[in-house]
């Protein structure tokens, strides 16, 4: 049984923000990928980030100044995260994993890697490349221990998002690393949700793989090998053939027999030129794509079908306000992953005094929301979202009041306006540029047709052109 099924959610996990597990698998073979985490910038992301350096670099220390004890006794805080369901177990709630004898199996192999001491490795994904016995599912865990404070957060927001009552179930919980004090947290009483008796922990689609980015078979295929071959080809040795053109090459098994894809090796050649693992990561960077198993085309067609006729059966009217604003929050969350992240319903602003319907944070890395949380006059770090399920149109009102949220120092100058219909469609976006010429923000203006068409591209398997479609729009609010 799925995490959504067992609270009734009505949803399936493209239409979510968080990995689903199945509770009654012990993990599944998904991995938290602390180099992902680094390669977002979004605040969320990025405070995670310091804390997986910080404890880093903390270990690291310790391991170069020969501090083996204290070292020892910050890994021995590592257990396995049984909470997120996620790795490589095959027995459920393992329990001690990392724990105790796999965290000294962790330690020593940090303390007699030549990549600790001679300084290539800087980063904890590293560890995958040039540590034996180091994988994705120990990164993983160690990750999960360090950030479980952000996790904790994040569960939380996604339980009050999806109106899940937690109220009723307190758990004792260490909160992670803390890198003020170089150190782990205390343990506290925190309101999780549970499951027969087991409280779990939500990890975000966004920052999970099914290997890790950084991939050693990867490095050593496509820069250590190349690296080894031209070396081998000038020195000229008995592996090098001239062919009938003059070029000289090697044939990849007898390199490859030579020369076997071992981390020892890596370590060597990495060792000898490191601007290697330099120009490997920018390329695992560049390449990185978030797991399609989190897309599925044909899944997705029957749930933009099925949004589309639950929106057109909510009638107009304050009695269906609640109605309207869930099935939107459900529609936005579902057409704009993996760029729009992090859903909050009701979210408070100026110390409570004022209140969003939904927010976004905006994690995109390229595309129109991109050029949003870039633009110098825009800061789009958040999407911000009025939802009005009026039987008429709207009107300057209610536009200032989504103006009124805009903050261009934290959240940013952009949001999204729903509503019912449009009376005139050209009025709207009038009063919409208006609010673009007098450098107040920009508000992109949907109503019940613009939503079904975005739903519709999903449904006819276009949504690659859905940010076609935001930019038509915006360029005529802009003109």
Not at 291 to 298: A, R, V, W, Y
């Amino acid at each position: 049984m799925k995490f959504s099924e067992y609270f009734n959610l009505n949803a399936k996990q493209c239409e979510l923000d968080f990995v689903d597990i199945d509770i009654d698998a012990p993990e599944q073979q998904l991995f938290i990928n602390p180099y992902a985490i680094s390669l977002m910038d979004d605040e969320w992301n990025i405070e995670c980030n310091d804390l997986i350096v910080d404890f880093f670099q903390t270990i690291l220390n310790l391991v170069k100044k020969g501090n083996i004890q204290k070292a020892k006794n910050l890994m021995s805080y590592l257990r396995e995260p049984n909470e997120i369901h996620l790795g490589l177990s095959e027995e459920k709630n393992k329990g001690k994993g990392i724990g105790a004898y796999q965290s000294q199996q962790i330690y020593e192999r940090l303390l007699k890697s030549r990549a600790i001491k001679n300084g290539i490795i800087t980063e904890l994904e590293e560890c995958g490349l040039l540590i034996k016995n180091i994988n994705s599912d120990k990164i993983s865990d160690i990750t999960a221990n360090i950030i479980r404070g952000k996790l904790i957060e994040y569960t939380i927001k996604q339980c009050d998002f999806h109106n899940i009552d937690i109220t009723k179930s307190k758990w004792p919980f260490n909160k992670g690393w803390d890198q003020i004090q170089h150190s782990w947290t205390e343990i506290q009483y925190i309101n999780l949700p549970a499951i027969e008796e087991n409280p779990i922990l939500l990890v975000p689609k966004n920052i999970v793989r099914r290997k890790g980015i950084l991939d050693y078979h990867q490095y050593y295929n496509k820069y250590v090998y190349n690296f080894i071959e031209q070396r081998e080809i000038m020195a000229g040795n008995d592996l090098t053939k001239t062919l009938k053109n003059g070029k000289k090459r090697i044939y990849k098994k007898y390199l490859e027999d030579k020369y076997p894809c071992t981390k020892d090796l890596i370590n060597t050649i990495t060792e000898q030129n490191q601007d290697l693992l330099k120009q490997y990561k920018i390329y695992a960077k560049e390449n990185d794509k978030i797991e399609e198993c989190f897309i599925k085309n044909d899944e997705e067609k029957e749930i933009a079908e099925e949004m589309i006729k639950k929106i057109n059966k909510i009638k107009p009217g304050k009695e269906y306000a609640n109605s309207y604003e869930k099935i939107i929050k459900d529609i936005l969350s579902f057409i704009f992953w993996p760029q729009l992240t992090y859903p909050e319903l009701q979210f408070k602003q100026n110390e409570g005094r004022k209140r969003i319907d939904i927010i976004y944070t905006n994690a995109s890395k390229d595309g129109f929301f991109h050029r949003m949380k870039i633009g110098p006059e825009i800061c789009a770090n958040q999407v911000i979202v009025e939802c009005k399920n009026y039987k008429e149109e709207i009107g300057n009102n209610e536009l200032d009041q989504l103006i009124g949220r805009f903050n261009k120092n934290t959240i940013g100058k952009f949001g999204i306006s729903v509503s019912r219909l449009f009376n005139n469609k050209k009025l709207i976006f009038k009063r919409c540029n208006d609010a673009v010429k007098a450098g107040q923000g920009v508000i992109l203006p949907f109503s019940d047709t613009e939503i079904i068409e975005l739903l519709n591209l999903i449904k006819n398997g276009k949504r690659s052109e859905i940010d076609i479609y935001l930019e038509k729009i915006y360029r005529e609010i802009i003109k």
